[in-house]
């Protein structure tokens, strides 16, 4: 809860995955990726539900067993390749009680810590916005892209005057990230969708923005994680 507001948080993860065949699943640091994100949500001091929404039995076991409530399973016909992100939210909302708050925590954002998880809604709070979502500063400016042509021409993507010939002059861009996304639930009912004009931004550092959507990102992730293993060791001897 937060300012007597009652906070709802919904992992979604089906099975189906393109990329990565069973990727909520697959173990990762020693635990499934799914458990990344549970574990982190359990932390968060506004969080007053956790929920898991799948129409996996397996995925549905394995998020119970490391602490995740699973109030229902999802309609089939909501977890198929075509379904849009909003859509296991919305039903998710319409079977459970009204809270004021509702969190969308992907489970292909692993990285990300409590600490953002309540920042993001602290932002969205403070702000008196009905939504906020997590972004991170891009290595690429678009200001820098080009399109090509039919007749095999480089056009710049983003048409200006002005010339940058240094990064250090390029104008600050930001990627959503997946990570964390929060909203005013009456007002994600009634427009269905976490952006909007007047959305507030939460920056999260790029080392806890990775998204996992590839075998490569798999690999990054592994790397990352034997990273901090590796730097913690250091520091405790």
């Known amino acids: 809860m937060i300012q007597g507001k009652k906070v709802l948080a919904i992992i979604p993860a089906r099975a189906g995955s393109k990329g990565v065949p069973r990727k909520n699943i697959r173990e ?14 359990n932390k968060s001091k506004y969080i007053d539900r956790l929920i ?8 549905i076991s394995i998020s119970q067993k490391w602490g995740c409530e699973v109030a229902f399973k999802r309609p089939v016909e909501l977890a198929q390749d075509d379904t849009p992100g909003i859509a296991p939210v919305l039903h998710a909302l319409n079977q459970l009680p009204i809270y004021d708050y509702v969190i ?6 692993p990285l990300r ?8 809604l602290e932002a969205c709070v403070r702000s008196q916005s009905y939504s906020s979502v997590s972004v991170t500063k891009s290595d690429s400016s678009p200001y820098w892209m080009y399109t090509i042509d039919k007749a095999g021409q480089m056009k710049p ?10 990064r250090q002059d ?8 997946g990570a964390v996304y929060v909203a005013q639930t009456a007002w994600l009912i009634e427009n269905k969708t976490f952006i909007s004009e007047g959305t507030t931004p939460y920056v999260m550092p790029i080392e806890r923005s990775l998204d996992i959507d590839t075998e490569l990102d798999f690999n990054l992730l592994q790397l990352r994680i034997k990273e901090t293993v590796t730097t913690q060791t250091i520091y405790t001897c």
């Open 28 to 41: 990762i640091g020693g635990k499934p990726l799914i458990a990344w994100t549970i574990e982190e949500a």
């Open 104 to 109: 969308l925590l992907q489970p292909t954002s």
């Open 157 to 166: 993507f983003i048409k200006t005057h002005d010339i940058y010939e240094r």
């Open 170 to 177: 390029l104008p600050n861009i930001y990627l959503l990230n």
């Open 52 to 59: 898991m929404s799948s129409e996996d039995d397996e995925i």
């Open 113 to 120: 810590k409590v600490i953002d998880i309540d920042s993001c």
